[in-house]
């Protein structure tokens, strides 16, 4: 670099890149100093011996050195989408790594295609209560949630939607015309596929906007799906909306024996005690 040679002047080498790769701090502190721009691929996120990513508490140092020396906390990662780091190191459980990125401008209600939509969303998904508590104190919409889990999952093929479109859960059940979706995405469908993963506040908006719980899909109505998947707060939900015409009976004895083959015993006991109390 004395001699007139430059960081950057080798885009093909990526020194930065290679040094951060390789945890390299003395060397990654060199180059920031020297003018180096602070900004890397995806490929180097993650170290070269343990394959851990930027987000793991032993390498905080090293994205603490690159955001202080001027890294966009929302895109010194090259090859990805704008406000990526957050989202993965959400997605990591990674507190430290979290709070550095807010810290340093990071936009907490971003929404990454892809990537499991925002941070909070991404926290939430891979267990990490503590991050998306964290996430909300910072200033996270606890809502973006259910909009990027509705407008992603059932919607967004059909009308091109986008999370941040959407007002409100409500304005978007108000708004969206159901005649003409693809029978993979009507109501129904969307309440089996809300019942499978526990959504009881979606559940509830698609039960007020007309979706129908003794409807099936592939043999299965939204009763069994929940109780397939062991949801007992959706199955007390659901059940206490039914009015279909099947006997209520034989209608908790099928989604018993889809909870019994989940191992779900309990959920498979109650289920045929609730048709003969009722």
Known sequence: MEHGIYPDSFPMWEPLGTAVRN?????????????????????????????????DPERIPILNMLLTHGADSECFIA??????PLVSAAMRGSLDAVNLLVQHGANVNNYVPGYNGT????????????????????GADPNSILRESIAT?????DYGLHPDDLETIGDFFENIPWIGLRP??????????????GWIPVAIMLLQHGADVAATFEGRTAIDCAAERGRFDMLQLL?????????????????????QKQGHVEISEWLQEYAVSD
Not at 34 to 43: E, H, L, S, V
């Open 23 to 55: 945890n390299d701090v003395a060397m990654i502190q060199l180059l920031c100093t020297a003018g180096a721009a602070p900004r890397i691929r995806r490929q180097h996120v993650f170290d070269e011996v343990r394959r851990v990513p930027l987000w």
């Open 79 to 84: 090859d990805e989408k704008k406000g990526f």
């Open 153 to 157: 999952t059932f919607f967004q093929f």
């Open 184 to 197: 993979t995405y009507s109501r129904d469908i969307s309440l089996q596929k809300v019942a499978m993963e």
């Open 239 to 259: 059940l206490n909306a039914y009015q279909g015409s099947e006997n209520l009976r034989n209608v908790c004895d099928r989604a018993a024996s889809y909870a």
């Open 119 to 138: 941070a909070l969303q991404a926290a939430r998904t891979h267990g990490h209560s503590d991050v998306a508590q964290r996430l909300i104190q910072l």
